[in-house]
């Protein structure tokens, strides 16, 4: 059985916005990293799904690369949040203003 | 023989060469240059005397370029200096250079034996005044007659501010300059017109403009010429005409232009008499001479000379006659006697202009001179109260003062007489034949007349007779010969000098004898004078395409008697009042009318009030514009730029959640515009 | 020229993998020695590996690899690389700016615990860089972005101690996190109204119309190479993450990885979404243009009234990239796309030499630890002549007056937004340079005008950076005569992608 | 190859200056600057070519021409150019401007006190630019040039300048980079609308192109719009530099901030950049537009000459005085390029060079006295003819020449300027124009009197506590020059007018313009 292709789209439409919505409101480095991987994986599901649907797998090899990538890209984030702690005692990323203007 | 023309450019060149010798080396100069001066204008004296001689005994009038100024390059009009020696630049040459060399002379005692400091800057100066006179007087074209004109300005300024280190002198070069400057301004309108008008301001020649405007007139017309604005042919002219006048009237102290030559007697003694005799102020009214061919085209013109020249010998008699120092009595006195010759030139008697000016320059100068000895005598002190009595305690200058007082005050035989007589005879031959603006400056010239015998011998009487009223007048400083020897000469002159034109005797010595006015005709030389004779003015005065003057034949022994009676009463009034030894100033009883005339009609606190009360105002409230308003808009431009960068970098909070916040919001627009556009929903 | 038959395709791909290789070796050096760092080994490798990358692309340049004449773009790898004039011109861009860069960090990091890493991070960046100017398909386009980007945040935050360079590596990571989603999104969106991801086929499948999730996913690409360009309203992590970096690695950011975004935002446009396809979907013309004015105005007043020099370099930097963004702005109809886009490549080759010299002469004031503050420069010029004359070069050449290439290369954008007929534009860049000229002569009065303070004094003159400076000001001088031979290689190069 | 031989020398003696020792750099650069002036010097007599550079071929004397590189723009290609070449109008201003250059070194031994080297460098190198500015015949390489001026100029005021030094220098800067930049959109619209029509970016090829209406459209605007649109942004850029009213406000503040010899360079060569590339550019390419318009533009200059005197008028600093009268003489310049008659453009063009002796001569006479006084202020001194005979002769001398004395440059220029705008068949009611301008010679009379009168004049008093003596031959050598060349030029203008005239004179032809095109020509 096959679900319609539509319903994809709106499902990872709403983890795309779940995601940024998590990027807007939280103001914990880390969570503000998780809502990041949210769209990331929002990305990812519309190409598994339409990989399928177009019968190629590019769509798959680039969602592989994308889950690669964003394995990498929390692992520089994580390095960066505990310096971030070590110099402001916090991992709130509202905190962080000594430059600003 | 060798002939003379061949040197002919060396009368004013001759001086501009001791100008260059004394400014170069004139402190290690003996008499700090007054020698080369003198030697320069005895030397172009010589000279214009030989060329008089020459013309007089049958030479060529000497016309030819000099160079080219500009060529124009076939495109546009070509600029030159030129010579035009005929006999009026002759004459005027030898006043011009007498007078110079009279004055250079007398500045040895009047300058050098009172030790003043400076005297190379006064003789460089003189020499520089008399090298531009002189150029401006056989100048063949008008643009170079601006120039020498301008020049002669500059001089004057130069030398009126002599004393630069006292307040009064320097203000009063400023003012000479200035106001002779305004009327200079509408000069150069003038002359600008003439080369687009005619392409050329050759005075002398066939194609002179003159000729050439002539030519338009008349009913056969065959000249050519531009007009502007619209105007007619004579109208233009008329207008070009008294665009020039403007000079004229700066230069010859003329009303309103004349509030400067008073004040110019804060430059040295010596400088006025050159200046009031023969240079600066002569210059306007020769040039009026020079281009009389023109002017004699548009009665308008002529009218407008005759009416100013008639008033403000009437206006300046009027003020002389209240004044205290001697030498602003010799002031309002020259710019009254101006204004007979250009009541003459504007009244068509081109010959009696030219005698009064040539009488004139010689007893003014005289007069100037004296005074300047009596000056020296009282230790620079000119108030004539404080004099008195001087008569026998300097009876040279006393003799040689009273001739040329009776030649001012126009009395048989002086010079005077002779040619002021000249001038109101000629006008009212033309006044009568139904000019009435002649006529009214005819009866101001007669007002006038009675005024200068009066207040000549006022000044006369105040200075000479009487006791003395103060111990320097009791023992005045002698004066040595340098100052006598010119008073001496041109007191001999102005005894005789009426013998050139005897006008009002011709029907008696026959008019064959009437030496001034032959030689102005052109009589005496070979070849025809042509468009610059005397009768050619008169020719085209009386034909009806020009001015169209009417002469009425009368007796010239009537106005003549006339004249002579009103100049006697005056005379005898002034003797009246102040042949007293304790004289009484009768003036103040005038009171009201006194003040006013000592505050000379308030019309320099007219002029100075234009100055400062309508220009710098003007001038200040064009600035606080200029600061305010053009450089506050672009002051404003750069605050309202730094303004706003004040405002977009508060856009950087420094809050990463704002920023992710604000990128987001940026995308949404983006989408809802290109979604919209791009009609995707 | 060289006759390309002797060298196999992949040679192709010379300058990017020298980058690579010399990051391997660089690891392979610091595990040689753990203990205490060879400053000099490592520079020298680092350098030597930029110069070969910059030999070769220079040399291929010169030699028309993968231009028209000789045989057209090189495709590698079923046509997901491609080596054709723009990738080598951007190629030259970037690896010019790493031999700089890592040069000048040869005396900034001279007491720096991890200079291995930093060398190696840099050269993995540039790697990149080159890369992104080779991808010929959105895999490895993304691919290439990442590997640019995640070296870069650790760079920026490579000082540990410092505050500023951590607060800047965190607005940098997390902005860049964000941008590179978005960017994912777009691309899987793309995928999905396409089918397929290489440039090539993406725009063959355009034909079959253009539908609005195809609109959503290229404006949402955009937003993300928006981010790498730092283009307003994508710029907001420039600003901090140049001023907390250290001098060097603002440089190579601000303008290679600039570049880099450039190089790639150019390919997708003009070439997988061509203007007459998408344009009734998306006008990204119009979208560039607004973006491109905005981005310009802001930023150039924004830093009217920076105290800091360093942040005020920053706002300049994100002002050129609305400059550079007129290449693609004024790419309308009648314009011709081969001068447009020529004229903002070679603009960013300036702006690569330029920019980065001013950098690094900020990296050097930090050097000597003078203070970041204008005031901090006054009189300096009294103490280092040189220098400040190189900077005084840099500045008055980024605000485009004749003295470096600058000049001509901000009159050929003015030329292109003139001919493209949009005043607007035009009209923008014109006072936006006015302005700028305003506050880069601050600095410039501040070293030459001012009077110094009592305590400033210069101790030394570290011979790299110095080397680095005077190399840059050179080149930007020699770019102002020699602006043609530049304007020609751009110009071909672009002539390739333009349709 | 003179030309590229002087540019080279000039910008190699700048580096060299900056190089050596503070103490030697003054003499030294004085030295190297006379190479440039000597070669323009035998350049002029040399010079034998007459016609006007931009409308016939094989006018152009010293020509040299390269191709830079190429241009390419659509279906155009264009080939920018290293052109070079003097012809009547630009070579008696490149004269001018090496001429002025080192009478400006000497003068500055006196007031330069600090910094020196870097100071003559930058005259130099400000030298360099301006040769090329009045050589260069390639519109981008001019406006290389053109641009290049800014440079030096900004560091001469902003270092050596006056207490609001910085403000003066920063205000010139952008100002006139903002002009120019104006300048430049109007003359790239102009060049795509000739499009092929043209094949390199040469001043005589777009103007031959140009007159030979050869302009199609561009960007929607039909060719007589696009000619009117170019007209303004050209004549706003370079309104800004002469500097026009209202775009004069620069001027003052440039002018009394700098230092001596800057403000010689400025008032002598700077502005007269302005006019020549009006010349250059409105009156020459563009003249239909010009013509059409001419009562505008006269009206444009006769109340740059009024406003401008009446703004010197309200000024009590000797340089502001000086500075705003510059603008006043500036006007004249405009009334007479636009009279479009033989004496007029002539005029104008010889004004440019006699102002720039006669403000060069104002400048260093009112410096001299500043170096002794250290005051400029009317009021703060008067009678100084007692202490400082010569220098104030000197300034008496420029004064009158202001004042157009006859047989001085001045008077020259603006007679032929006056002829030349009265007799334009181009103004409508050009008598009334040329006499509303003519006014300026009293007003110019009015302040410079007074302010002699104030200063020099009078008891001897100066508020200040320094010594006042006799100015060094060094101070007053430069200007004795200066008032020989004035003298020569008034007394014999023929000198340089003939040429001036023989390069000027076929603008004044309106057949010379093939078609008729945006208003009738007149």
Same mark, same amino acid.
């Given at each position: 059985m096959t679900a319609p292709l539509e319903w994809y789209l709106v499902l990872s439409a709403g983890v795309f916005c779940a995601g940024l919505f998590g990027v807007l409101v939280r103001q914990s480095a880390l969570h503000f990293v998780m809502a990041v991987e949210l769209m990331l994986n929002a990305a990812n599901i519309n190409l598994v799904a339409f990989s399928l649907e177009h019968g190629n797998l590019t769509g798959q090899v680039f969602a592989l690369f994308g889950i690669a990538l964003a394995a990498a890209e929390v692992a520089i984030g994580i390095g960066i949040i505990l310096v971030l702690n070590r110099n402001f005692d916090d991992i709130d990323v509202t905190e962080a203003v000594t430059m600003r203007w | 023989m060798v002939d003379v023309f061949n040197v002919v450019e060396a009368i004013a060149l001759v001086p *501009?060469?001791?100008?260059?010798?004394?400014?170069?080396?004139?402190?290690?100069?003996?008499?700090?240059?007054?020698?080369?001066?003198?030697?320069?204008?005895?030397?172009?004296?010589?000279?214009?005397?030989?060329?008089?001689?020459?013309?007089?005994?049958?030479?060529?009038?000497?016309h030819e370029e000099l160079f080219t100024f500009v060529a124009g390059d076939g495109a546009g009009v070509e600029l030159s200096?030129? *010579?035009?020696?005929?006999?009026?630049?002759?004459?005027?040459?030898?006043?011009?250079?007498?007078?110079?060399?009279?004055?250079?002379?007398?500045?040895?005692?009047?300058?050098?034996?009172?030790?003043?400091?400076?005297?190379?800057?006064?003789?460089?100066?003189?020499?520089?005044?008399?090298?531009?006179?002189?150029?401006?007087?056989?100048?063949?074209?008008? *643009?170079?007659?601006?120039?020498?004109?301008?020049?002669?300005?500059?001089?004057?300024?130069?030398?009126?501010?002599?004393?630069?280190?006292?307040?009064?002198?320097?203000?009063?070069?400023?003012?000479?300059?200035?106001?002779?400057?305004?009327?200079?301004?509408?000069?150069?309108?003038?002359?600008?017109?003439?080369?687009?008008?005619?392409?050329?301001?050759?005075?002398?020649?066939?194609?002179?403009?003159?000729?050439?405007?002539?030519?338009?007139?008349?009913?056969?017309?065959?000249?050519?010429?531009?007009?502007?604005?619209?105007?007619?042919?004579?109208?233009?002219?008329?207008?070009?005409?008294?665009?020039?006048?403007?000079?004229?009237?700066?230069?010859?102290?003329?009303?309103?232009?004349?509030?400067?030559?008073?004040?110019?007697?804060?430059?040295?003694?010596?400088?006025?008499?050159?200046?009031?005799?023969?240079?600066?102020?002569?210059?306007?009214?020769? *040039?009026?001479?020079?281009?009389?061919?023109?002017?004699?085209?548009?009665?308008?013109?002529?009218?407008?000379?005759?009416?100013?020249?008639?008033?403000?010998?009437?206006?300046?008699?009027?003020?002389?006659?209240?004044?205290?120092e001697l030498?602003?009595?010799?002031?309002?006195?020259?710019?009254?006697?101006?204004?007979?010759?250009?009541?003459?030139?504007?009244?068509?008697?081109?010959?009696?202009?030219?005698?009064?000016?040539?009488?004139?320059?010689?007893?003014?100068?005289?007069?100037?001179?004296?005074?300047?000895?009596?000056?020296?005598?009282?230790?620079?002190?000119?108030?004539?109260?404080?004099?008195?009595?001087?008569?026998?305690?300097?009876?040279?200058?006393?003799?040689?003062?009273?001739?040329?007082?009776?030649?001012?005050?126009?009395?048989?035989?002086?010079?005077?007489?002779?040619?002021?007589?000249?001038?109101?005879?000629?006008?009212?031959?033309?006044?009568l034949s139904g000019e009435p603006l002649l006529l009214v400056g005819y009866a101001f010239g007669l007002l006038a007349v009675v005024m200068t015998a009066f207040y000549t011998f006022r000044m006369v009487y105040l200075t000479f007779h009487g006791e003395p009223r103060t111990d320097t007048a009791a023992s005045p400083e002698p004066i040595g010969w340098s100052m006598k020897f010119p008073l001496v000469v041109l007191g001999a002159l102005s005894v005789v000098g009426g013998v050139l034109n005897m006008g009002v005797l011709k029907d008696f010595i026959g008019s064959e004898n009437l030496f001034l006015k032959k030689w102005l005709e052109g009589k005496t030389i070979s070849g025809e004078l042509g468009p610059l004779s005397a009768e050619e003015y008169h020719h085209i005065l009386e034909s009806d395409f020009a001015a169209g003057y009417e002469v009425t034949e009368l007796s010239p022994l009537g106005p003549g008697a006339l004249a002579l009676v009103l100049g006697l009463v005056g005379l005898g009034a002034a003797v009246a009042l102040y042949r007293a030894p304790e004289p009484t100033p009768h003036m103040t009883k005038l009171g009201r009318i006194r003040t006013l005339l000592m505050n000379n009609y308030y019309l320099d606190e007219f002029q100075v009030w234009l100055a400062t009360g309508v220009t710098a105002p003007l001038a200040r409230a064009a600035n606080k514009f200029d600061q305010s308003g053009i450089d506050g808009v672009v002051n404003g431009a750069g605050s309202v730029s730094m303004f706003t960068g004040e405002r977009f970098r508060r856009i950087q909070t420094g809050i990463v959640t704002n920023y992710a916040a604000l990128l987001s919001l940026g995308l949404v627009l983006l989408l809802l515009v290109f979604g919209f556009l791009g009609g995707w929903f | 020229m060289t006759d390309f038959g002797t060298l196999p395709d992949w040679a192709a791909l010379g300058p990017a993998l020298a980058l690579g290789f010399t990051a391997l070796a660089l690891f392979v050096a610091d595990m040689v020695y753990p203990k205490r760092p060879q400053r000099e080994l490592f520079a020298g490798i680092s350098v030597t590996g930029g110069l070969a990358g910059l030999a070769l692309s220079v040399w291929y340049l010169v030699a028309g690899t993968g231009q028209a004449e000789s045989g057209g773009a090189i495709q590698l790898f079923e046509g997901t690389l491609v080596v054709d004039g723009m990738s080598l011109f951007f190629a030259t861009i970037v690896t010019s700016v790493v031999v700089l860069v890592t040069l000048a960090s040869y005396d900034y990091l001279v007491d720096h615990p991890h200079q291995a890493e930093i060398y190696s991070l840099t050269l993995l960046a540039a790697t990149g860089m080159v890369m992104v100017g080779m991808s010929n398909s959105f895999v490895t386009a993304f691919i290439a972005i990442e590997l640019s980007s995640l070296p870069s945040y650790a760079l920026v935050a490579s000082l540990k101690e410092n505050r500023g360079s951590i607060e800047g590596g965190l607005k940098y990571f997390l902005i860049g996190a964000l941008s590179s989603?978005?960017?994912?999104?777009?691309?899987?969106?793309?995928?999905?109204?396409?089918?397929?991801?290489?440039?090539?086929?993406?725009?063959?499948?355009?034909?079959?119309?253009?539908?609005?999730?195809?609109?959503?996913?290229?404006?949402?690409?955009?937003?993300?190479?928006?981010?790498?360009?730092?283009?307003?309203?994508?710029?907001?992590?420039?600003?901090?993450?140049?001023?907390?970096?250290?001098?060097?690695?603002?440089?190579?950011?601000?303008?290679?990885?600039?570049?880099?975004?450039?190089?790639?935002?150019?390919?997708?446009?003009?070439?997988?979404?061509?203007?007459?396809?998408?344009?009734?979907?998306?006008?990204?013309?119009?979208?560039?243009?607004?973006?491109?004015?905005?981005?310009?105005?802001?930023?150039?007043?924004?830093?009217?009234?920076?105290?800091?020099?360093?942040?005020?370099?920053?706002?300049?930097?994100?002002?050129?990239?609305?400059?550079?963004?007129?290449?693609?702005?004024?790419?309308?109809?009648?314009?011709?796309?081969?001068?447009?886009?020529?004229?903002?490549?070679?603009?960013?080759?300036?702006?690569?030499?330029?920019?980065?010299?001013?950098?690094?002469?900020?990296?050097?004031?930090?050097?000597?630890?003078?203070?970041?503050?204008i005031e901090d420069f006054n009189g300096l010029a009294t103490?280092?002549?040189?220098?400040?004359?190189?900077?005084?070069?840099?500045?008055?050449?980024?605000?485009?007056?004749?003295?470096?290439?600058?000049?001509?290369?901000?009159?050929?954008?003015?030329?292109?937004?003139?001919?493209?007929?949009?005043?607007?534009?035009?009209v923008a860049l014109v006072l936006n340079s006015v302005v700028s000229l305003f506050y880069y002569t601050r600095v410039i009065k501040a070293m030459w005008v001012e009077d110094p303070s009592d305590d400033l004094e210069i101790e030394s003159q570290p011979v790299g950076l110095y080397t680095a400076l005077a190399l840059a000001a050179l080149v930007t001088v020699l770019l102002l005569p020699g602006f043609g031979i530049a304007v020609e290689f751009a110009n071909t190069a672009a002539k390739l992608v333009v349709p | 190859?003179?030309?590229?031989?002087?540019?080279?020398?000039?910008?190699?003696?700048? %580096?060299? @200056?900056?190089?050596?020792?503070?103490?030697?750099?003054?003499?030294?650069?004085?030295?190297?600057?006379?190479?440039?002036?000597?070669?323009?010097?035998? %350049?002029?007599?040399?010079?034998?070519?007459?016609?006007?550079?931009?409308?016939?071929?094989?006018? @152009?004397?010293?020509?040299?021409?390269?191709?830079?590189?190429?241009?390419?723009?659509?279906?155009?290609?264009?080939?920018?150019?290293?052109? @070079?070449?003097?012809?009547?109008?630009?070579?008696?201003?490149?004269?001018?401007?090496?001429?002025?250059?080192?009478?400006?070194? @000497?003068?500055s031994w006196t007031p330069i006190d600090g910094r020196q080297s870097q100071f003559y460098g930058l005259m130099l190198l400000m030298e360099t630019a301006l040769i090329g500015v009045f050589t260069t015949l390639d519109f981008l390489l001019w406006f290389v040039f053109w641009e290049a001026v800014l440079i030096p100029m900004y560091f001469l005021i902003a270092i050596w300048g006056g207490p609001r030094r910085k403000y003066a220098a920063i205000k010139f800067l952008l100002y006139t980079n903002l002009a120019s930049l104006v300048m430049f959109v109007g003359m790239f619209a102009l060049i795509f609308g000739l499009g092929d029509a043209i094949s390199t970016l040469g001043f005589a090829e777009i103007a031959q192109a140009l007159r030979g209406g050869e302009l199609s459209g561009f960007a929607g605007m039909e060719p007589d719009t696009l000619r009117l649109f170019a007209f303004v942004l050209l004549f706003l850029g370079f309104a800004v530099k002469v500097p026009v009213v209202p775009f004069h406000t620069w001027l003052p503040d440039a002018h009394v901030q700098a230092p001596t010899p800057v403000s010689v360079m400025?008032?002598?060569?700077?502005?007269k950049m302005g006019t020549y590339a009006l010349l250059r550019f409105n009156f020459t390419m563009l003249p239909d537009v010009a013509r059409a318009n001419a009562e505008l533009i006269a009206a444009i200059g006769v109340f740059s000459v009024i406003y401008g005197a009446l703004l010197a008028l309200a000024q009590r600093d000797l340089k502001r005085i000086v500075a705003y009268s510059s603008i006043s003489s500036m006007g004249y310049v405009i009334l007479g390029l636009v009279a479009f008659s033989p004496h007029g453009m002539g005029g104008a063009t010889f004004q440019m060079v006699s102002h720039g002796l006669i403000s060069g001569l104002m400048f260093m006479a009112v410096g001299v006295i500043y170096n002794a006084t250290h005051t400029r202020m009317v009021g703060d001194m008067s009678g100084l003819a007692d202490r400082m005979p010569y220098a104030v002769g000197i300034l008496l001398v420029g004064a009158f020449g202001y004042m157009g004395l006859p047989l001085m440059s001045g008077f020259a220029a603006e007679v032929l300027i006056f002829i030349g705008a009265f007799e334009s068949t181009v103004i409508g009611g050009a008598p009334l124009f040329t006499a509303a301008a003519m006014f300026g010679i009293v007003i110019v009379a009015g302040y410079l009197l007074w302010a002699m009168q104030r200063t020099l004049f009078g008891e001897f008093a100066v508020e200040t506590d320094y010594e006042i003596g006799r100015a060094p031959l060094h101070d007053i050598a430069p200007m004795f020059v200066l008032i020989a060349l004035i003298i020569a030029l008034g007394v014999q203008p023929d000198i340089i007018y003939e040429t001036i005239q023989n390069a000027v004179n076929p603008l004044n032809d309106p057949l010379a313009l093939v078609v008729d095109l945006g208003g009738e020509l007149r």
């Open positions: - | *501009l060469v001791s100008f260059l010798l004394v400014l170069a080396l004139g402190n290690r100069m003996p008499k700090k240059g007054a020698l080369s001066g003198i030697a320069a204008t005895g030397f172009s004296l010589a000279i214009s005397l030989l060329v008089v001689l020459d013309l007089a005994t049958g030479g060529e009038v000497y200096f030129g *010579l035009l020696v005929d006999p009026l630049a002759a004459l005027m040459l030898t006043i011009v250079s007498l007078i110079s060399f009279l004055v250079h002379i007398f500045s040895l005692g009047y300058m050098n034996d009172e030790g003043e400091i400076g005297l190379r800057r006064y003789y460089a100066s003189l020499s520089l005044f008399t090298f531009s006179m002189l150029a401006f007087v056989y100048s063949d074209n008008l *643009l170079m007659a601006f120039m020498f004109f301008e020049l002669v300005g500059l001089c004057s300024f130069l030398l009126i501010g002599f004393w630069f280190r006292e307040a009064g002198p320097p203000s009063a070069a400023k003012k000479a300059f200035l106001v002779t400057r305004f009327g200079d301004y509408f000069f150069l309108v003038g002359v600008v017109a003439v080369f687009a008008t005619f392409g050329t301001t050759a005075f002398a020649g066939d194609h002179s403009f003159i000729v050439e405007a002539t030519h338009v007139l008349e009913p056969d017309a065959t000249g050519e010429m531009n007009t502007f604005l619209g105007l007619g042919e004579q109208a233009w002219i008329t207008v070009v005409g008294l665009l020039v006048l403007g000079g004229v009237m700066g230069k010859s102290a003329q009303f309103p232009l004349h509030t400067w030559l008073p004040d110019a007697m804060e430059g040295p003694t010596p400088v006025s008499a050159l200046i009031h005799a023969a240079t600066m102020v002569a210059a306007g009214v020769y *040039l009026v001479m020079r281009m009389y061919g023109f002017y004699a085209l548009s009665p308008t013109a002529l009218g407008v000379i005759a009416l100013v020249g008639g008033f403000t010998a009437f206006f300046a008699a009027t003020m002389a006659l209240v004044k205290q030498k602003q009595v010799l002031a309002y006195s020259t710019v009254s006697q101006y204004g007979y010759m250009m009541l003459a030139l504007g009244g068509g008697g081109y010959v009696g202009a030219v005698f009064h000016l040539t009488t004139h320059a010689i007893f003014k100068a005289l007069l100037f001179l004296g005074a300047g000895a009596v000056i020296i005598a009282m230790h620079h002190n000119e108030n004539m109260w404080d004099m008195g009595g001087l008569k026998s305690r300097m009876p040279v200058t006393y003799w040689t003062f009273l001739f040329g007082s009776l030649a001012l005050a126009g009395i048989f035989p002086f010079a005077g007489f002779w040619s002021k007589d000249e001038v109101l005879f000629e006008t009212l031959q033309h006044a | 989603a978005i960017l994912a999104y777009g691309i899987s969106l793309v995928y999905v109204s396409t089918g397929s991801l290489q440039f090539g086929a993406v725009t063959e499948a355009l034909s079959g119309g253009v539908g609005g999730i195809l609109g959503l996913g290229i404006v949402m690409i955009l937003a993300g190479f928006g981010f790498k360009i730092a283009a307003v309203p994508f710029h907001f992590w420039a600003p901090e993450a140049y001023e907390g970096a250290p001098g060097p690695v603002s440089a190579f950011i601000s303008s290679a990885s600039k570049a880099a975004g450039f190089v790639i935002l150019f390919r997708v446009f003009v070439d997988v979404f061509p203007y007459e396809v998408v344009e009734g979907t998306v006008d990204w013309v119009m979208a560039f243009q607004a973006i491109a004015i905005v981005t310009m105005t802001v930023a150039n007043f924004a830093a009217l009234r920076q105290e800091k020099v360093k942040r005020m370099l920053a706002y300049s930097s994100v002002g050129h990239a609305g400059y550079v963004l007129i290449a693609v702005a004024a790419l309308t109809g009648e314009a011709s796309g081969a001068f447009v886009l020529g004229s903002g490549m070679v603009h960013l080759m300036v702006y690569a030499f330029m920019n980065t010299g001013a950098f690094l002469f900020i990296a050097l004031a930090e050097h000597w630890g003078i203070g970041r503050r103490q280092a002549p040189f220098a400040c004359g190189a900077m005084t070069l840099f500045l008055l050449s980024l605000a485009g007056l004749p003295i470096g290439g600058g000049f001509f290369s901000k009159l050929y954008l003015l030329i292109a937004s003139v001919r493209a007929d949009v005043a607007l534009l035009a | 190859m003179i030309i590229e031989a002087l540019l080279a020398f000039t910008l190699a003696s700048s %580096m060299l @200056v900056f190089g050596v020792p503070d103490r030697y750099a003054g003499k030294l650069a004085t030295g190297l600057s006379a190479v440039p002036l000597l070669g323009s010097l035998w %350049m002029w007599s040399e010079f034998s070519s007459d016609g006007n550079a931009l409308l016939a071929d094989d006018t @152009v004397a010293f020509g040299n021409t390269v191709d830079w590189f190429r241009f390419t723009f659509d279906t155009y290609e264009w080939t920018l150019q290293w052109n @070079v070449g003097v012809d009547g109008v630009s070579l008696p201003l490149l004269v001018l401007a090496t001429v002025l250059t080192t009478l400006a070194l @000497v003068s400025l008032a002598g060569v700077l502005l």
